[in-house]
């Protein structure tokens, strides 16, 4: 309820934050496909809900919302130069999912808003401060390093290349310049994006 609270309110079109995706049926279809057939191969994926937003307020990004809620926007889309480094972007907000991250960061930060949960029954009351939350959010480095070992092992299982996330990863830095206070989600905690993606530039799984 919560998740699916804080994409409605993300989605209402005074806020300003999300805009219908504009991206072909087909090319999504390809993608839920392909994500689809990398949960197969690893039988390892939570239950989850992709959705494409376009969102010039946002920008390139994708994060995972409680419940299973993913989203990834246009913007990123287009910023990557094939499907594997989208997929290689979702499989850590997979991660991200799997963990429970974002429910986690924000039970830790809404205590108030979860004894009025808990009294009422009412997820609306501290759904509709959450895309603030959300938007500003920035996950622990040991959550961000499941994320990433997730991503990691389902990449190498999947007999996707590694170095699609590293790659993605780099371009969306540079995309927004270094500037922090825009920064995305998956760039946006530490360890810095180099120490991060150096795994994925290590480690590949012999495939056939």
């Known amino acids: 309820d919560l998740g699916k609270q804080t994409l409605d309110t993300l989605d209402h079109e005074k806020l300003g934050y999300f805009e219908p995706s504009k991206l072909p049926l087909a090319k999504q279809q390809a993608i839920l496909t392909e994500l689809k057939s990398l949960c197969a191969k690893t039988n390892d994926c939570p239950a989850y809900q992709l959705n494409f937003r376009k969102s010039p307020a946002i ?3 994708a ?3 409680p419940g299973g809620y993913m989203v990834i926007t246009d913007e990123l889309i287009a910023l990557a130069k094939n499907d594997d480094e989208i997929i290689a972007v979702l499989a850590h907000e997979l991660g991200h999912v799997q963990g429970r991250h974002a429910l986690r960061q924000t ?4 205590v108030s808003g979860l004894i009025i949960i808990a009294i ?37 299982t999947a007999c ?6 590293a790659t993605l990863l780099l371009r969306l830095e540079k995309s927004h310049g270094g500037d922090k206070t825009s920064i995305p989600e998956m760039i946006s905690s530490h360890p810095d994006t180099k120490t991060r993606i150096i795994p994925f530039l290590k480690n590949h799984a012999a495939c056939t």
């Open 59 to 61: 920008g390139a990004n």
């Open 63 to 65: 994060f995972a919302l």
């Open 107 to 110: 039970l830790q930060g809404t």
């Open 120 to 156: 009422t029954g009412d997820v609306s009351s501290i759904a509709s401060g959450l895309p603030a939350l959300m938007m500003n959010m920035s996950y622990t480095r040991e959550l961000e390093t499941e994320a990433d070992n997730y991503s990691l092992q389902s990449l190498n």
């Open 160 to 165: 996707i290349p590694t170095k699609s996330f």
